[in-house]
């Protein structure tokens, strides 16, 4: 719409309802410690590829919530799988094995 030289934009707002959650699913059942993160970043603050690039273990876990599997996907092969990030885990999350179970998940997708 059009009023006197001025046009209403649409908002920006992203329906996270709409976006695909077979992936948390699939987490939740496959890596059931996943869902006891509380996102304290301890995993982050230690990852050796953190610290290298731009991978970044509490933004993943967000990103599986959102249910944003383009960027999950984009974001995994960073992974060393060095296993620093479960040693210091105050929660005991196996971030490990979560790790494992997106790249099995999203291969399983692309084929």
């Not at 959102?66 to 960027?71: L, V």
């Not at 999950?72 to 210091?88: A, D």
């Amino acid at each position: 719409m059009n009023f006197w030289g001025y046009s209403i934009s649409e908002a920006r707002v992203i329906d996270y309802d709409k976006n695909d959650k077979s992936l948390a699913t699939c987490l939740a059942q496959n890596a059931p410690s996943s869902k006891l993160c509380i996102g304290c970043g301890g995993c982050t603050a230690t990852c050796t590829a953190g610290n290298l690039t731009e991978f970044n273990i509490r933004k993943l876990q967000m990103l599986v919530k959102r249910g944003e599997n383009n960027e999950i996907r984009q974001q995994l092969h960073k992974c060393m799988l060095c296993g620093k990030c479960t040693l210091v885990c105050p929660r005991g999350v196996d971030t490990r094995k979560m790790i494992l179970t997106l790249i099995d998940y999203l291969h399983r997708q692309s084929l």
